[in-house]
Nanobody
Framework: QVQLVESGGGLVQAGGSLRLSCAASGSIFSINAMDWYRQAPGKQRELVATITSGGSTNYADSVKGRFSISRDNAKNTAYLEMNSLKPEDTAVYYC????????????????WGQGTQVTVSS
């Protein structure tokens, strides 16, 4: 069984910073891309940032220059460094990972974490 656990959310003032972590555990053979999504109240879930197994990154236009995604493959963990936070960044942030299981019956699939709340006050 594979699990993703996010941490690092909280309440911060506009202009502040937070660092989110996403730790994957379980029967993991390999982790391909890892992504961060967010969902604000009344809005659809949106992709914020992606990092491939090789370290290539991509960002939503709304966070370019402010957010930075990274990963530690030895720890099966991805991070999202968020700087210059704005009230419109307020959302539940979710980690998603494309993981290949050791169990061939489970194969390769996407997993989601439970989410962590980020609230930015003005």
């Amino acid at each position: 069984q594979v699990q993703l656990v996010e941490s690092g959310g909280g309440l911060v003032q506009a202009g502040g910073s937070l660092r989110l972590s996403c730790a994957a555990s379980g029967s993991i053979f390999s982790i391909n891309a890892m992504d961060w999504y967010r969902q604000a109240p009344g809005k659809q879930r949106e992709l914020v940032a992606t990092i491939t197994s090789g370290g290539s990154t991509n960002y939503a236009d709304s966070v370019k220059g402010r957010f930075s995604i990274s990963r530690d493959n030895a720890k099966n963990t991805a991070y999202l460094e968020m700087n210059s936070l704005k009230p419109e960044d307020t959302a539940v942030y979710y980690c998603n990972a494309d993981i290949t299981n050791w169990d061939p019956l489970r194969g390769r699939r996407n997993y989601w974490g439970q989410g962590t709340q980020v609230t930015v006050s003005s």
